[in-house]
């Protein structure tokens, strides 16, 4: 079984930077893929970003492109979402979530195995 762990979230002005992360344990695939997802109220869970094991490969949802940065750790088993020119539209709880690296679309959360409790990521106007 795999845990992940989310930290990071918090209040921000509008405009300003936060990082998240996800520590990842438990039985995990030998090389594995990661993503973000966030979901505001009223709304549908939606793709973030995402990153190979090797992070050569990184995707990101139009609306996040050029704001938001994932890197990853793998000697920590850890994953980063680094948030900049945060908006208030970018409100949502955010989830990391765990899949396979070899297979499936980034943007379909059925392609992920395992998630996240989720961390509040709240911007002010």
């Known amino acids: 079984q795999v845990q992940l762990v989310e930290s990071g979230g918090g209040l921000v002005q509008a405009g300003g930077s936060l990082r998240l992360s996800c520590v990842v344990s438990?039985?995990?695939?030998?090389?594995?893929?990661m993503g973000w997802f966030r979901q505001a109220p009223g709304k549908e869970r939606e793709f973030v970003s995402g990153?190979?094991?090797?992070?050569?490969?990184?995707y990101y949802a139009d609306s996040v492109k050029g704001r938001f940065t994932i890197s990853r750790d793998n000697a920590k088993n850890t994953v980063y979402l680094q948030m900049n020119s945060l908006k208030s539209e970018d409100t949502a709880v955010y989830y990391c979530?765990?899949?396979?690296?070899?297979?499936?679309?980034?943007?379909?959360?059925?392609?992920?195995?395992?998630w996240g409790q989720g961390t509040q990521v709240t911007v002010s106007s």
């Open positions: 990153i190979r094991w090797s992070g050569s490969s990184t």
């Open positions: 438990g039985r995990t695939f030998s090389r594995y893929a």
């Open positions: 979530a765990y899949r396979s690296d070899w297979s499936g679309s980034y943007y379909n959360p059925d392609n992920y195995y395992a």
